[in-house]
């Protein structure tokens, strides 16, 4: 018996790792491998802030680069960052990948697309985007966040079809990690609350479990927020979470008021910051008046004004005032200058909102053009067929199958990397400008499951041709 129980395990693990899945996983490790070869390490814009644990960041990606600098010196540790980068990719492809080709029937040709989505976002953004490299080779939260976001979907996706606590667990833990990673990834727990509402409230009206669920992921925010204290308290001896984040909205909220909002002010301190900063603004023509018509052209004018609002105005101006009429530590001039952000936005967002809205929902519809491909005349064009063929396969599929109540495979995939795109173009929109940087984690999700939501369709086309030439022949 044991020995029959022994070789079934065997049996098994031959199954989970043929040669065709180890070859996959050989083919995405070279794949990701040569971009480190071929450019090395990639030192942006923002990585100082990474390397120099400054306050404004999350903890994971400054602690992931410590440990790397304490193993390997400070001389020689950029290059094995960027290549368990690398090697994190490939691993994240790859499971993509054979995940697809489990719930999939075994089919090769779905996950060999897989792949092939996930390496053309890496290629386009190193050879196409002009960027001199690919975000898996550069000291950036994009180099762990891209493929951890790829394994948070399979996990979840896994979850959905299988509801094994195992994968319940993978899904929380790469949440965890994500949302300590950066803020954005806030959108990974709206993501899974959206999911759960979606199968426990919507699809089988399974309360006490929705609860469960709910619970779990308003459990994961109040981790990551203990985490990011503690980080802080480790490395700065204050008990706070990072700072700066305040200011994002602040700048769109800058970007769209007008002089008459000066009057939402009673403070006379905020109100006389608010005026330096939108006068500011106004002189230097980066307030929504200046931007040309069309909302390409004023998603472009409100990017292109966002930073130079947030780091060339607005910080310069309230922290210039912190350290005029404060003696303030660096501590509590941080602490400072995010009360005054924070309450500059919330009254300023008092103002009328036809400005407001106006720039939300181009900058939202930028950033889902920007999540399937790029914003130009043609591309967008593109954009709104490839989400109408992805809504259409989608709603044939689960018309054609009775599944809207079902944990179908294939509807599944296509409902949690739609869901992906739709929250993190809403979330981003609100916030910031939604740049390719911010879009991509879900381009070659979207195409792998257009892919199955088409090979479906295909199949039933071949298989429904098969049976009507086998009643033909029976006739005949």
Known sequence: MEKKGALKELGKFKKRWDKWDICLFAAALGFYLFFPLFD?????????SYATMNITREPLYPTFLLIFRKLFGEEGYLMPVV????????????????TVKEYKNGSRL???????????????????????????????????????????IVQLYKYVVEEKTGNLVGTVFYAFLLVNLRKQMLVSLCLMAAVFLLYYLVKERRGKK???????????????RFTDKLYNFCVRGAWIEHS?????????????????DAHLFEDEVLRGLYEEISGE???????????????????????????????????????????ENMEASEIEAVLKYDEYCGDMTKILLGQEKGDLITVYAANAWKGFVNSIARVNRLLNIYAVIAYLLYLGLYGYWVWEKKCWAKRDRSAALAEVVLGGVIINSLVVGAMIFCQPRYMIYNMGLF?????VLMYDRAEAVLSGRQMSDSRGKESA
């Open 40 to 48: 090395g390490p990639v030192w942006c814009k923002d990585s100082p």
């Open 83 to 98: 290549v368990v980068q690398s090697i994190l990719a490939a691993y994240a492809t790859w499971k993509l990948a054979v």
């Open 110 to 152: 779905l996950a060999l697309l897989s792949v092939c989505f996930q390496f053309g976002v890496t290629f386009l953004c190193r050879f196409v985007a002009i960027r001199g490299s690919s975000y898996i080779d550069s000291i950036m939260t994009e180099g762990l966040g891209l493929s951890l976001y790829v394994l948070f």
């Open 210 to 224: 929705l609860l469960l669920l709910l619970g779990i992921t308003a459990g994961i925010f109040i981790a990551c």
């Open 244 to 260: 700066g984040t305040a200011m994002g909205m602040l700048c769109t909220l800058i970007y769209t008021s007008d002089e008459e």
């Open 281 to 323: 603004a106004d002189r230097q023509g980066l307030k929504i008046t200046y931007a040309p018509e069309g909302w390409v052209d004023l998603s472009s004018h409100y990017a292109d004004s966002y930073d130079a609002i947030g780091y060339g105005i607005i910080n310069p101006v309230v922290q210039g005032y912190i350290k």
């Open 447 to 451: 195409y792998t499951a257009l892919s």
